[in-house]
């Protein structure tokens, strides 16, 4: 369905290496063999390691998965686990023996994990300790499974229920550090990751070595700054979503250090932690940053060494990127993908005229511009291309060499998901100005429809959490009689401060339209996320009227 090459008229004479995983470990081991990966866990010493040894370990494992687990091309190894040097060893070990790395996400609902883990047929599962009891009473659920390799030395090794289990160091011992990768097929299926599914069950995106390779090649390209070797990276985004957003493949091709936190990281452990290692580019959801600019803002501090923030997964709030930009002196850059996108599509990079205060935070709000090789066209809702005029909106259709052709073994999904001419359905909703630049508007599925007309639900809560006493906003479409849909926004207030729907609701006056102003402003103590750390509109939708969802 989607073009592939046709036979050439006359064929370049150029030498066909295949684009693999494997290479970038290499090239790290190679050139930048002695920069570090550093590993930390809350009230446990840094481990501390280089490309040179995770390159070694790697190629013990993928010795390992040959020999002792009898892993075949192809098949699927999963890994339940946070962001480790050990979980990168798996990144390149299970992917660079043609392999395919299947990241679940731990933080999933148990039926959906045992869903996405008999789907993928996984036969090995690769778990952090700390994972044991999750994955315990699934385990009789998932007859495919053959054993379990837990994250840690014999010594750490849990009592366990789980059948076959092994410490993943007793796996890998003995067995060499060297290895010459395997030449594979640059097609070949690299790594599976599913999206959670609003509706329905998870789907798969298979990617390949060649989507991979190709994604990273475009993220290098694109950077702002680029990370480069003088780069200290701190992906916050989880290992196991999307490819945490390139970030283990862009920082051993640049040679930058990779520093994985705990995951459990409240905002002054994350500033702590950004701190001591000197990082100089952090990635995560705009919920992460939001608390940590309001730990930043109540103790007066600074950063020493931040440069980058970038900043994905929903719709960063201005006063977000204002703050970071303009009080703290940290670049952020808006990006926009998802699971099936690999996931970056868009980068919000304004081009030099608009690279000026103040318009550069208006720019930077939108999800930003096309990275060279995706393909970006927006939609009415008869599949009619629309103008590139800021006005009309939209669903965003994307093709690419990084974008999903399909959901692993789900026709149903792939013939949803994927238009009869080869675009992927992206589910948002946006408009596209004379630059380029892309405006995500909303996803269809929190769409507020009132009267007919779109109520913009990013844009409510964008103005709602520049209030000073509001620390975070989302709203959501109600079943009306007469408009069929109303909006009603819940905030949470900001520490330390009192907040009332009245003053919410009068500080949007005048900043949105009348017929924007929510019906009910709800305070809440904390709004519910979902496993990918964002709010999740669907819990939110249930509680307000359990019948009606
Ligand atoms: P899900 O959120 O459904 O688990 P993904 O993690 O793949 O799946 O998220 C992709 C979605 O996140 C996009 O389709 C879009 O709705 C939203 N998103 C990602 N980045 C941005 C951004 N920079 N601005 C606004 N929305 C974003």
């Known amino acids: 369905m989607t073009a ?13 290496r295949s684009l693999q995983i494997s290479r970038l470990i290499d090239h790290a081991a190679l050139w930048h063999g002695d920069i570090e990966i550093v590993t930390q866990r809350t009230g446990a010493p840094d481990e501390r390691s280089t490309y040179r040894e995770v390159r070694a370990r ?26 480790t040097q050990r979980h990168l060893e798996l ?10 790395l299947h990241t679940v996400n731990p933080r999933l609902f148990a039926p959906q994990i045992v869903y996405i883990i008999n789907h993928a047929r996984d036969r090995f599962v690769f778990l952090d300790a700390d994972l044991v009891p999750v ?3 699934l385990a009789a659920q998932l007859p495919a499974v053959e054993g379990y390799v837990v994250l840690c030395g014999e010594a750490e090794m849990p009592a366990t229920s789980l059948p076959n289990a092994v410490a993943y160091e007793s796996l890998i011992a003995g067995l060499p550090g060297e290895i010459e990768w395997p030449e594979l097929d640059e097609r070949t299926a690299s790594s599976l990751c599913y999206t959670s599914g609003t509706t329905g069950n998870p789907k798969g995106v298979l990617y390949s070595h060649r989507s991979t390779i190709l994604h990273t090649f475009a993220q290098a390209a694109s950077w702002q700054a680029g990370p480069g070797s003088q780069a200290a990276i701190l992906p916050v985004v989880p290992l196991f979503h999307a490819n945490a957003w390139g970030l283990p493949y862009l920082a051993p091709m640049q040679g930058s250090k990779l520093v994985f936190a705990d995951p459990h990281l409240d905002p002054a452990e994350l500033y702590g932690a950004l701190e001591r290692e ?6 995560g959801v705009p919920t992460i940053w939001l608390r940590l600019l309001d730990y930043l803002e109540r103790n007066d501090l600074r950063f020493s060494s931040l440069k980058l923030l970038g900043v994905g997964g929903s719709a960063p709030p201005r006063a977000l990127i204002e703050a970071f930009e303009v009080k703290y002196g940290v670049t952020v850059l808006n990006a926009w993908g998802m699971t099936e996108t690999s996931p970056a599509c868009t980068y919000g990079t304004p081009r030099p005229a608009h690279d ?28 009619a291309s629309l103008p590139f005029d800021g006005v009309a909106q939209g669903e ?12 692993f073994e789900d026709d149903e999904a792939t013939a949803r998901g994927v238009t009869a001419d080869g675009w992927l359905r992206t589910g948002d909703i946006a408009s596209i100005d004379t630059h380029g630049y892309v405006q995500i508007r909303d996803r269809s599925k929190d769409v507020i429809k009132s009267g007919g007309e779109w109520i913009s639900s990013i844009e409510l809560e964008n103005v709602a959490v520049a209030h000073p006493a509001v620390a975070e906003a989302a709203a959501i479409g109600i ?4 408009w069929s849909e109303r909006p009603v926004l819940y905030v949470v207030a900001a520490q330390g401060h009192e907040l009332d729907a009245a003053s919410v609701i009068a500080f949007l006056d005048g900043k949105v339209a009348k017929w924007w102003i929510p019906d009910e402003v709800i305070v809440v103590a904390e709004l519910p996320h979902t496993a990918t750390g964002k709010i999740s509109k669907r819990t939110l939708r249930e509680r307000y009227a359990p019948a009606a969802t």
Not at 93 to 98: D, F, K, P, R
Not at 363 to 380: H, N, P, Q, S
Not at 396 to 407: E, L, S
């Open 58 to 83: 790697s190629a013990q494992l993928a010795h390992a998965l040959a020999e002792r687990l009898h892993v075949a091309a192809g098949e699927r190894v999963a890994t339940f686990a946070w962001n």
């Open 479 to 482: 079943p009306h009689p007469t």
């Open 91 to 100: 990144y390149y070990g299970v992917s660079g023996s043609g392999a395919v």
């Open 356 to 383: 000026v205060l103040p318009q550069r935070i208006d720019y930077k709000t939108r999800a930003g511009r096309a990275l060279f090789g995706v393909e970006i066209r927006i939609v009415d809702d008869d599949g």
């Open 135 to 137: 994955l315990e009473p």
């Open 278 to 283: 000197q990082v100089t580019l952090t990635c």
């Open 4 to 16: 592939t090459a046709v036979a050439p008229a006359l064929a370049g004479l150029m030498m066909d």
């Open 396 to 407: 965003i259709h994307v093709r690419g060499p990084w974008i999903a052709a399909g959901y």
